[in-house]
């Protein structure tokens, strides 16, 4: 189960723990991660692969070219059907 380029995955720990991201580079044994809101594309989070779950989607990072079309991307996963976004 191998993290690569592409790779949609979760977060398992740390503050940003059961949030998606999109896997933008592999390198040095760590994985830098964006989700278009708080981690831009232009500056990903730097993580620990072990404190990553992959998922079944993969995209082609090449395909993806701005923050909003992360975001929308990301979109279904961090906010499934029938889960609230809001308090009000």
Known sequence: MEIIKGCVVR????RDARRFYLVVKVEDGFVW???GKVHLLEKPKRKNPKHLR???TQVSVED?????????????FNYPVGQQEGNG
């Not at 993806?64 to 990301?74: A, D, E, G, P, S």
């Open 11 to 14: 977060s398992a720990s740390g």
């Open 33 to 35: 991660i964006a989700d």
């Open 54 to 56: 992959k998922t079944n």
């Open 64 to 76: 993806v070219t701005t923050n909003n079309q992360l975001k929308r991307l990301l979109h279904p």
